[in-house]
């Protein structure tokens, strides 16, 4: 069955070979890597993950593994789901592709955990990294829901007042909305550079005995996320600015897909 493509177009089909290619690849690297720990005392481990010290190996399994994300990502943005808001303004299909990455990383925080349990509980071999490893992964996770949240315009919005507004003044209220969140990441950033590029340098590490360097990438991350929060914030203002006036209830949070899906489970399971 041919997938509609919502942007990719033509280049649907080479980055899903892509894709595919590269997950197979990273795959087999990590299998590998994981048999060696039982078989060899010269075994790669987390600590060389985040410090590969020329080791060409692991920089090779880095490289599977950001092209595994990164085609992924590219692949699942060419579709939308049923109750996702279609993409409409510049900036949109980016943070698709950015959603679609912090999606895959929650399942890779399963597998971190799951590995973990394994690896204690049936190999009496706990790791050191994989609390941290999860910290990490969730931190970017959270800061890119932000921006996904704000592509489809999922975000807290109090419809009681602005409902009843005339559209220009809906207009006037979506601009000091932006506005506001212009000011505030100008004065985020504003003030936290300076520090955010001391961790960034210094690659600052979490203190542990993995010791990953947690605050010199979240640190610089939080400010490079939130100014794309912005432009997504931007991006919808001009999307939006055409448009005729929208009215909301409470029949407006009601997932009619998700409802017939439950329905069809009770009916399958009687």
């Known amino acids: 069955m041919e997938r509609k493509s919502v942007w990719l177009g033509p280049l649907q089909e080479p980055i899903r070979i892509a894709m595919i290619g590269f997950a197979a690849a990273t795959g087999l ?10 078989i060899s005392d010269n075994a790669i481990g987390m600590q060389e993950m985040i410090r590969p010290a020329g080791r060409p190996m692991v920089v090779l399994m880095l490289f599977l593994v950001a092209g595994t994300l990164l085609s992924t990502s590219l692949f699942l943005s060419d579709t939308v789901g049923a109750i ?6 510049f900036f949109d ?41 999860s910290l990490w992964i969730a931190a970017l996770v959270f800061l890119l ?32 909305s932006v506005g506001l969140i212009c000011t505030f990441t100008f004065a985020l950033v504003w003030g936290g550079y300076n520090d955010a590029m001391r961790r960034l340098l210094r690659m600052e590490t979490f203190g542990t ?37 929208e009215h909301h209830s409470a029949a407006d949070d009601i997932d009619e897909v998700e409802i017939e899906n439950i329905r069809r489970t009770l009916e399958e399971n009687k």
């Open 145 to 176: 829901a932000g921006q996904y949240a704000m592509q489809q315009r999922s975000h807290i919005r109090i419809y009681v007042v602005y409902d009843i507004m005339p559209r220009w003044m809906q207009k006037t209220a979506d601009v000091i």
């Open 29 to 38: 690297i990590f299998l590998w890597m994981v048999a060696m720990i039982f």
């Open 84 to 89: 996702e808001a279609k993409p409409e303004g």
């Open 93 to 133: 299909y980016f943070s698709l592709v950015c959603a679609r990455l912090s999606m895959i990383a929650i399942g890779l925080i399963v597998l971190v955990m799951f590995y973990e349990v394994v690896s204690r509980y049936v190999f009496s071999k706990p790791t050191l990294w994989a609390n941290e490893l």
């Open 209 to 245: 005995a993995w010791d990953p360097p947690i605050p010199g990438t979240v640190k610089p991350a939080i400010l490079i996320i939130i100014v794309l929060v912005t432009i997504q914030a931007i991006s919808n203002l001009i999307a939006d600015w055409n448009k005729s006036p």
